[in-house]
Structure formats: structure tokens, C-alpha cells
């Protein structure tokens, strides 16, 4: 037991010695809803930090221009298709992903649905609809790729949460109740595997302009969510990935079920 504990200590020496700290070279990391705003963003991120990028959602067109984006001379076996919602389409894209594969390193949760409308209003399906693809896929994506995590050694799963994780969120308390689940389900994975060398994390973005909410919010829902920010605008996409690749990298070897948020001090103001 001592000498394995030695063994892996010193793995973990070599690995941040050779691959530096913040790069990813020789991982394969995969981003569900890699197709969005975030998503996107999160895995070009990792491309250029040196990983091995694949994405997954539900829309083909989406994942063919993706792949391309990404990997404009070689996008084949980028792109993945997958209903998250359902835990058997997740089992069938990690067989899917290991065959073409071998391995996965990094595990991206960015999928994500909302609705923003009064709580009285929302019906049954619209609440599942955010419940499922927020919170329910988020939980069986990591046991589904955390086994194969747990079996090699050692991974990083990074779960996109939310400001509305922090506090509550009028208008959007389904969607409030699925991102509490998912920091939930971030802390309690995380303190099951950390002596597996499986770290469990999460990033809390403020206000990011996606398709997630560009319709959605109203002009003076934006305005508000400008004003409350300590930097009194919104996010810029490409600012989300420094904490994503820290989070991923041996940049954070000793960090697991940790909420990194990036709101430009929307959770540090108070008035
Ligand atoms: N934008 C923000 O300000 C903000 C703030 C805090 C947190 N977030 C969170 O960040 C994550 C990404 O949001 P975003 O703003 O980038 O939204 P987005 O542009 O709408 O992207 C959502 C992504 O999720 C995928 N997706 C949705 N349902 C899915 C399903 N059932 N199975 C597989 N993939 C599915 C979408 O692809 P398909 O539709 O093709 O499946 C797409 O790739 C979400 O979890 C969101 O809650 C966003």
C-alpha cells in the first residue's frame, strides 16, 4: 500500500515535470455539449493547451461544423453524438469513444438547458427537460466515464454549474434547483474518488451571451446581470477557459470538489 502510495506520488511528479503544468498534451478530453457557446470554446481551449478534443450532443449539423472548427484537416472521430439525457445513449457513447480512443482523460459536463418564466407557470415537462439535461446527465456521465477513470488510474472530470448554484435565481428555480444538484453531485463524487486519483470539480460561470439566453433574457434581465457584476459587464467566452484548463491540467493535482467561479465579482458585490 506505502509503495504504491509512493508510486503514484511520483507519477504525479513526472507527469507535471514532463507535460509542464498547464498543458495537456497527451490527453483525450471529451466535452459534452461541446457544440455551444461554452462548450466550444472550452474545447478549443484544450486543443491548443495540446489535448486530444472531442465533442458530443444531440445535433449532427452542430458536431460536423464543430470537428471542423477544431480540426479542420482531420475531423473525423471528433464528433459524437449523444442524447445525455439518457444513461444507456452515455454507456453507448463510451463504448463508442474507447473503441475510437483507447483512453479519456478529461471529462467536460457543459451541457444544458433552461427556462426562464414564473415557477406557477412551469409545467411538468419543461421542469424535467431542465432536470435531465442539467442535472440527471451530469450524474451519469461521471459514474459512466469515472468507472473507466477509476480502472486507469486516475482522470479529471470538470461539471459546468452555475451562479444559480450560489444563491436563488427568481425565474429560473428549476434551473437554480438542477445546478445546486449538480455542485451536490460535484462535492459527493468527489469525496468518493479522490483516494482513486479521480478529481471531481466544478466551474460556476456568470453571465456569458449563448444561445443558452440570448433570446431568453429580456433586455433589463441582461442590464441586471451586467450592473451586479463587481466588472459590470458580462463574460467574454474565452475567459472561461483558463480556469477549465487548470481544472483538467496537473496544474490542480491536489484540487477535487472545488466550485472555481467565474462572474467578474458578481458573488463578491454585495451592494
Ligand atoms: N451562458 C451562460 O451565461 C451560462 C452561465 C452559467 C452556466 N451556464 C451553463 O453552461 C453550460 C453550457 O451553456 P451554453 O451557454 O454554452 O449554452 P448553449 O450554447 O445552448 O449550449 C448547450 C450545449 O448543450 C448541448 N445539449 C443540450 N441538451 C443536450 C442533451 N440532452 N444531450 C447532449 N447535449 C445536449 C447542446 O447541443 P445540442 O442541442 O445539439 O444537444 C449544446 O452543445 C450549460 O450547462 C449552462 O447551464 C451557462
Redesign the pocket.
Given at each position: 500500500m506505502a509503495m504504491a502510495a509512493t508510486a503514484a506520488a511520483k507519477r504525479r511528479e513526472t507527469e507535471m515535470r514532463d507535460t509542464g503544468m498547464y498543458e495537456l498534451e497527451g490527453k483525450t478530453a471529451l466535452v459534452?455539449?461541446?457544440?455551444?457557446?461554452?462548450?466550444?470554446?472550452l474545447a478549443r481551449g484544450f486543443r491548443d493547451a495540446g489535448a486530444d478534443v472531442l465533442?458530443?450532443?444531440?445535433?449532427r449539423e452542430?458536431?460536423a461544423e464543430t470537428a471542423t472548427f477544431l480540426y479542420p484537416d482531420a475531423p473525423d472521430k471528433v464528433g459524437y453524438q449523444?442524447?445525455?439525457?439518457s444513461p444507456a445513449?452515455l454507456r453507448r457513447l463510451r463504448d463508442e469513444v474507447l473503441a475510437d480512443h483507447r483512453r479519456l482523460d478529461i471529462l467536460v459536463?457543459?451541457?444544458?438547458?433552461?427556462a426562464i418564466k414564473p415557477a406557477l407557470e412551469l409545467t411538468e415537462a419543461e421542469y424535467d427537460a431542465i432536470a435531465?439535461?442539467?442535472l440527471k446527465?451530469t450524474f451519469f456521465a461521471c459514474t459512466v466515464f469515472g468507472a473507466g477513470m477509476i480502472a486507469a488510474g486516475g482522470g479529471s472530470i470538470v461539471n459546468?454549474?452555475?451562479?444559480?448554484a450560489h444563491n436563488g435565481w427568481a425565474l429560473a428555480a428549476a434551473?437554480s434547483a438542477s445546478?445546486w444538484g449538480?455542485v451536490g453531485v460535484t462535492k459527493s463524487l468527489a469525496a468518493e474518488w479522490g483516494s482513486r486519483n479521480v478529481r471531481v470539480n466544478a466551474i460556476?460561470?456568470?453571465?456569458?451571451?449563448?444561445?443558452?439566453?440570448r433570446e431568453r433574457m429580456s433586455p433589463q434581465r441582461k442590464e441586471e446581470a451586467r450592473r451586479r457584476a463587481a466588472m459590470e459587464r458580462?463574460?467574454e467566452?474565452h475567459e472561461l477557459v483558463g480556469a477549465a484548463i487548470f481544472l483538467a491540467s496537473p496544474a490542480s493535482g491536489f484540487v477535487t470538489g472545488s466550485v472555481v467561479n467565474v462572474d467578474g465579482g458578481y458573488l463578491a458585490s454585495g451592494i
Open positions: 459534452i455539449g461541446g457544440t455551444g457557446g461554452i462548450g466550444r470554446e465533442v458530443a450532443g444531440r445535433s452542430k458536431l449523444v442524447d445525455a439525457r445513449e459536463n457543459c451541457q444544458g438547458t433552461t435531465d439535461t442539467n446527465s459546468i454549474a452555475s451562479l444559480a434551473y445546478k449538480v460556476a460561470p456568470g453571465f456569458f451571451l449563448t444561445d443558452l439566453n458580462m463574460g467566452l
